[in-house]
C-alpha cells in the first residue's frame, strides 16, 4: 500500500473543493506570550541624551542673572506622535469556517507531573472509572507529550481562525492541571462544538511507528451515550487520517488499527462523554527514534497542525 495516496477505506469522496491553508502550509508560527523576533526592547544609546540642555556656567557677582526664555510651544505633530492611540482589535478572520465551534484538546498538562495527588483521583467514564489525568510520555530525550500537544495545538488554533472558525483550548498551559478527562469533554459539549479533536502522541516500543486516529465506539452506560456521534465522529477520523498522510508524509500506525490509521476505543472518558463530534489523534510514537525526530521538529509540527487542520475544514466543509 502506498501511504502517499493513502484514502481510509470507509471514506467517501467527495466534490472538489479549492485548496485550503496552502498560504501558511510551512510557515513558522510565533506561538509564545511573549511575540516574535524581537527582545525586550533593547537598552538606550550611549548618546540617548545627547539632546539634553547641559547646564550654563554660573554668572559672575554682580551680573544680572538672564530672564528664563519662554518655554517652546510643542507642535502639533510632535504631540501627535508622542500620544498614538492604541491600535483597535483585530476582528476575527472571516472564511469558510466563520459560524463553526472547533474544540481542540491538547492531551495532558505539563504540569501534571507536579499534582500527582490531583491526576490520580479517579472520575467517572461511563464504562467504568478511570485517573483523573495522566502526565503522558516523552521521548527517551526528554521532550515531554505535554509540551508537543500544546504546541501543535496553538498551531493549529492558528491556522483555524486564520479560515473564520472559532476555536476553544480545553487548556492553554494556563491551569496548574488537567482538565481532568470528564472535563474535557465537558467543555466540548458546552461549547457545541460541530468537532472537536484531542492531540496526544503515543507511548510505545521502538519500531511501533505512524499515527493514528481513535474513534468513539458505541456506548450507552453510566450516564455515557455516544449514540448520535459514532457515525460522524468516524468520518471526521477518516478525513483528519487522510489529510494527515498527505500534509506529513507520515504512514498510518503499523502497530494498531490495520494499516488504517484507525482505532475504536471504548475506555476513554474524553470520547464516552462526549456529545459532539470527537476524535483522538495519536501523532506518532515518542518511543521510537525516527518517530521522535518528526515529533520533535517545529517544522514537522506544523505540517502535523496542517494535517489536522485540512482534515477538520473537510469534514466541516462536507
Request: proline share 9%.
Given at each position: 500500500m502506498r501511504y502517499d495516496d493513502f484514502v481510509p477505506p470507509t471514506s467517501r469522496p467527495g466534490p472538489r473543493r479549492r485548496p485550503v491553508f496552502a498560504a501558511v502550509a510551512l510557515a513558522g508560527v510565533c506561538l509564545t506570550s511573549t511575540g516574535c523576533g524581537g527582545g525586550d526592547g533593547g537598552t538606550l544609546p550611549d548618546d540617548a541624551e545627547?539632546?539634553?540642555?547641559?547646564?550654563?556656567?554660573?554668572?559672575?557677582?554682580?551680573t544680572p542673572s538672564p530672564k528664563p526664555s519662554a518655554p517652546e510651544a510643542t507642535s502639533?505633530?510632535?504631540?501627535?506622535?508622542?500620544a498614538k492611540p492604541k491600535p483597535k482589535p483585530k476582528p476575527p478572520a472571516r472564511g469558510p469556517l466563520t459560524g463553526r465551534t472547533v474544540v481542540i484538546d491538547p492531551g495532558h498538562n505539563p504540569g501534571n507531573r507536579d499534582h500527582t495527588r490531583e491526576i490520580n483521583a479517579q472520575v467517572a467514564i461511563g464504562t467504568g472509572r478511570k485517573e483523573c489525568d495522566t502526565t503522558g510520555t516523552a521521548t527517551d530525550a526528554g521532550y515531554a507529550e505535554a509540551l508537543f500537544t500544546l504546541d501543535v495545538s496553538r498551531r493549529l488554533r492558528t491556522l483555524l481562525e486564520e479560515e473564520g472558525a472559532k476555536v476553544v483550548?480545553?487548556?492553554d498551559g494556563d491551569r496548574p492541571f488537567g482538565p481532568c478527562v470528564d472535563e474535557r469533554a465537558r467543555i466540548g459539549n458546552a461549547a457545541g462544538a460541530d468537532a472537536v479533536v484531542s492531540v496526544h502522541a503515543?507511548?510505545?516500543a521502538t519500531g511501533n511507528r505512524g499515527f493514528h486516529v481513535i474513534l468513539p465506539a458505541a456506548v450507552s452506560a453510566g450516564g455515557a451515550d455516544?449514540?448520535?456521534i459514532v457515525a460522524p465522529s468516524r468520518?471526521?477520523?477518516e478525513r483528519i487520517a487522510g489529510k494527515f498522510v498527505r500534509a506529513t508524509g507520515s504512514a498510518p500506525s503499523n502497530y494498531i488499527g490495520g494499516d488504517t490509521g484507525l482505532d475504536t476505543r471504548d475506555d476513554l472518558g474524553g470520547l464516552n462523554l462526549s456529545t459532539v463530534p470527537k476524535v483522538f489523534?495519536?501523532?506518532?510514537n515518542m518511543r521510537d527514534p525516527q518517530d521522535a525526530a518528526l515529533l520533535t521538529s517545529a517544522s514537522w509540527r506544523q505540517k502535523a497542525a496542517l494535517g489536522i487542520a485540512e482534515g477538520i475544514n473537510s469534514y466541516l466543509m462536507r
Amino acid at each position: 500500500m502506498r501511504y502517499d495516496d493513502f484514502v481510509p477505506p470507509t471514506s467517501r469522496p467527495g466534490p472538489r473543493r479549492r485548496p485550503v491553508f496552502a498560504a501558511v502550509a510551512l510557515a513558522g508560527v510565533c506561538l509564545t506570550s511573549t511575540g516574535c523576533g524581537g527582545g525586550d526592547g533593547g537598552t538606550l544609546p550611549d548618546d540617548a541624551e545627547a539632546g539634553a540642555a547641559r547646564p550654563s556656567a554660573p554668572a559672575s557677582p554682580g551680573t544680572p542673572s538672564p530672564k528664563p526664555s519662554a518655554p517652546e510651544a510643542t507642535s502639533p505633530s510632535a504631540a501627535s506622535t508622542s500620544a498614538k492611540p492604541k491600535p483597535k482589535p483585530k476582528p476575527p478572520a472571516r472564511g469558510p469556517l466563520t459560524g463553526r465551534t472547533v474544540v481542540i484538546d491538547p492531551g495532558h498538562n505539563p504540569g501534571n507531573r507536579d499534582h500527582t495527588r490531583e491526576i490520580n483521583a479517579q472520575v467517572a467514564i461511563g464504562t467504568g472509572r478511570k485517573e483523573c489525568d495522566t502526565t503522558g510520555t516523552a521521548t527517551d530525550a526528554g521532550y515531554a507529550e505535554a509540551l508537543f500537544t500544546l504546541d501543535v495545538s496553538r498551531r493549529l488554533r492558528t491556522l483555524l481562525e486564520e479560515e473564520g472558525a472559532k476555536v476553544v483550548l480545553t487548556q492553554d498551559g494556563d491551569r496548574p492541571f488537567g482538565p481532568c478527562v470528564d472535563e474535557r469533554a465537558r467543555i466540548g459539549n458546552a461549547a457545541g462544538a460541530d468537532a472537536v479533536v484531542s492531540v496526544h502522541a503515543d507511548g510505545s516500543a521502538t519500531g511501533n511507528r505512524g499515527f493514528h486516529v481513535i474513534l468513539p465506539a458505541a456506548v450507552s452506560a453510566g450516564g455515557a451515550d455516544t449514540t448520535k456521534i459514532v457515525a460522524p465522529s468516524r468520518e471526521l477520523g477518516e478525513r483528519i487520517a487522510g489529510k494527515f498522510v498527505r500534509a506529513t508524509g507520515s504512514a498510518p500506525s503499523n502497530y494498531i488499527g490495520g494499516d488504517t490509521g484507525l482505532d475504536t476505543r471504548d475506555d476513554l472518558g474524553g470520547l464516552n462523554l462526549s456529545t459532539v463530534p470527537k476524535v483522538f489523534i495519536e501523532c506518532g510514537n515518542m518511543r521510537d527514534p525516527q518517530d521522535a525526530a518528526l515529533l520533535t521538529s517545529a517544522s514537522w509540527r506544523q505540517k502535523a497542525a496542517l494535517g489536522i487542520a485540512e482534515g477538520i475544514n473537510s469534514y466541516l466543509m462536507r
